[in-house]
Structures are given as structure tokens and as C-alpha cells.
């Protein structure tokens, strides 16, 4: 990642915990890559093939009995990560997406675009296609997605002064559909900080001709 000019401890440190999640380490296996590949395709295949039982029913009978074969779907370690997250800790260390997992930059989840991010000088970038799973109206992005990434992109972008902590507010203005299949980015950065308060822009734009499809306004309540 490029990182911000500024020498600022704080700064770096939010960038470290930053790229945990974006590369996991340990990096996921190689069989977890293969699984959420191939549930990602199948998702894909549902959403779009006919919905007729010559077509639909040895797929589901298949599943099904492939569903019954398998463990528990709860975290083995759920409750005991749990019990060790305290208000004073950061949330990255104890994330529950540590392995690609995280449901929107997450590479390993299949419900994930995924959306990838990067630092570049004092601004959060992030590269997205959305496929069919997200897709609303005909042809265009489900708005829901579209704000859901700027979720991510305000509050990573709220890293980038130093302090991280949840959304406050979230306010999204909508300028013209984002559609399928279409290359995006999205770009964040901090306008200004007051006490707790990060104020950070956005904007989603088309990779082709840098049209804006959506512009947000946020604010980050940085911990205490």
C-alpha cells in the first residue's frame, strides 16, 4: 500500500491492522480457495439458470444431501473469542473474518463482490465488480450494496488520520444507477475531525470514464 506522507505512529499502526484485512495471515488455504470459488459459482448458476425441475432438482438433491454431511456450523472457538473482547481492544485482533472471510472485502467468502482495497497517499481506494448476486432493478446494483461499501471505504478512510471506530452516520446520494459487470472504484477520504468525530467523503466511480455514480457524506465515532 502507499502510504500517507505523514510520519505518524498512530497513522502506521491503523495501516498494519488495515492490512490484516486485507491480506490474511496465515493466508487461507488452498483448500478453502477451491470451496468459495465453487459455492461463488454456484450462487452465480442459481441466480441466473431457469427455475425448472429438470434443470433445478438434481442440484438440489445433491446439495441437500451434501448439506447433511456436514459439522456444526458454529465457530469452535465462538464463545471463547467472545469472552476475551473488551471495549479497549482493538476489534482487528479479534476479528471475525480472519481469513478472508469478511463479507464485503472478504476474498474466501462467496457472498463477498469482493471489494479490494488499497492506500493511495491520503485517499482509500477500493475496486469492485458486481455481478449478478448483487443486482437489483435489470442490469443495475442493488443500491444497498453500493452503500454497504461505502460503509467500508468511510471507515477505513477514517484509519488514515490516525483513529478508527464505527460508522455514525452514513448519508449516500445516488447520481445515476451503478450497473453489473462494470468496473468500479471507489475513493474515500477525511475532510476534518471534531473531538470524536471523523468526517469523511466519497465517491463510487466507473473505472472506464471516471463517471460518479454515487457520492457519500460519513461520520466515524472514533473510540475513545
Known amino acids: 500500500m502507499t502510504k500517507p506522507p505523514e510520519d505518524d505512529p498512530a497513522i502506521d499502526r491503523q495501516l498494519t491492522q488495515l492490512e490484516r484485512l486485507i491480506d490474511p495471515e496465515p493466508p487461507p488455504s488452498e483448500a478453502l480457495s477451491?470451496?468459495?470459488?465453487?459455492?461463488?459459482?454456484?450462487?452465480?448458476?442459481?441466480?441466473t439458470v431457469p427455475d425448472t425441475?429438470?434443470?433445478?432438482?438434481?442440484?438440489?438433491e445433491t446439495l441437500a444431501a451434501l448439506v447433511?454431511?456436514?459439522?456444526?456450523?458454529?465457530h469452535p472457538d465462538g464463545e471463547q473469542r467472545l469472552s476475551r473482547?473488551?471495549?479497549?481492544?482493538?476489534?482487528?485482533?479479534?476479528?471475525?473474518?480472519?481469513?478472508?472471510?469478511?463479507?464485503?472485502?472478504?476474498?474466501m467468502n462467496p457472498v463477498a463482490p469482493p471489494l479490494r482495497l488499497r492506500v493511495d497517499g491520503d485517499r482509500m481506494l477500493g475496486e469492485v465488480t458486481f455481478d449478478t448476486l448483487y443486482e437489483g432493478n435489470l442490469g443495475w446494483v442493488h443500491g444497498g450494496f453500493v452503500a454497504a461499501g461505502f460503509d467500508i471505504m468511510v471507515v477505513t478512510a477514517a484509519r488514515l488520520s490516525g483513529r478508527t471506530g464505527p460508522t455514525g452516520t452514513l448519508e449516500v446520494r445516488y447520481l445515476q444507477p451503478t450497473l453489473i459487470h462494470e468496473p468500479m472504484r471507489y475513493e474515500s477520504w477525511c475532510e476534518s475531525r471534531e473531538g470524536r468525530k471523523i468526517f469523511v467523503r466519497g465517491r463510487l466511480l466507473r473505472c472506464e470514464d471516471e463517471a460518479v455514480t454515487?457520492?457519500?457524506?460519513?461520520?466515524v465515532i472514533a473510540r475513545v
Open 85 to 107: 473482547f473488551h471495549d479497549d481492544m482493538d476489534p482487528i485482533e479479534y476479528s471475525a473474518n480472519p481469513r478472508g472471510t469478511h463479507p464485503l472485502m472478504g476474498s
Open 214 to 219: 454515487a457520492e457519500v457524506k460519513g461520520i
Open 68 to 74: 447433511e454431511q456436514l459439522p456444526g456450523e458454529r
Open 53 to 60: 425441475p429438470e434443470t433445478l432438482l438434481p442440484l438440489a
Open 34 to 47: 477451491r470451496i468459495s470459488t465453487s459455492v461463488r459459482r454456484l450462487a452465480r448458476y442459481v441466480n
